[in-house]
């Protein structure tokens, strides 16, 4: 079954705590999103990446690091330098331009 | 002014009702279209690309607008499983990420 998976689907984190959000497709897809969303807000880009190795920053990048070292998985690390971080965070991947992107059923994060 | 800019709403509609969407882009160089669908605290699908020609998926129906730069949904006949956020989501050339707008929340009332 083809698909973008991300894990885990709930985290909860302690103030001062970095944390690695999980997202793997097996879709072949190149280039691969990390979004943000709060309450009734819409998506706001993080990172992006269109091929393995190479990674560009989005509109919120501060406070967020990633990597690519493998085509079908792009995971996203939280770090203490995030301020606010509580939000609903969605990955997605695209195959290529112009085509429509794919999204992963999002990871829900909490600081507690 | 955003690059993509969409009416939030809420559109609090009969069902049955027709209702439209408008979104408009900035970016004359914008080069694909698409309507996703988004659930409450879910994540978002395709709803449909749009065309230069129009096209029609059952109830929906997305036109494009180059010269006025905008882009539309028509949903007729609304169903209560209709109620969600619709994004309008642009693509604009080269190397560049899809451009979400904020999305339409539309809630469909029995």
């Known amino acids: 079954d083809g698909g973008i998976t991300q894990s885990p689907k709930y985290l909860f984190r302690k103030e001062g705590q970095n944390v690695t959000l999980s997202c793997e497709q097996n879709?072949?897809?190149?280039?691969m999103y990390w979004y943000r969303q709060d309450p009734g807000q819409g998506l706001r880009l993080i990172y992006y990446?269109?091929?393995?190795?190479?990674?560009q920053k989005g509109d919120i990048a501060e406070g967020y690091s990633v990597s690519r070292e493998k085509k079908e998985s792009f995971p996203l690390t939280v770090t203490s330098a995030q301020k606010n971080p509580t939000a609903f965070y969605l990955c997605a991947s695209q195959v290529g331009h112009a085509t429509e992107a794919f999204f992963g059923q999002g990871t829900r994060l909490t600081v507690v | 002014r955003k690059e993509v800019e969409q009416d939030p709403g809420p559109f609090n509609v009969p069902e049955g009702a027709t209702v439209a969407f408008n979104c408009t882009y900035s970016n004359s160089a914008s080069q694909s279209f698409f309507w996703y669908r988004q659930d409450c605290r879910k994540e978002p699908k395709l709803l449909m690309s749009?065309?230069?020609s129009g096209n029609e998926d059952g109830r929906f129906t997305a036109q494009l607008n180059r010269a006025s730069q905008y882009i539309s949904l028509l949903i007729r006949d609304s169903k209560l499983s209709d109620s969600a956020t619709y994004l309008c989501v642009v693509y604009r050339s080269g190397n560049t990420p899809l451009v979400f707008g904020k999305g339409t929340r539309l809630s469909v009332i029995a």
């Open positions: 990446s269109q091929i393995v190795n190479d990674f």
């Open positions: 749009v065309y230069s």
């Open positions: 879709l072949n897809h190149d280039a």
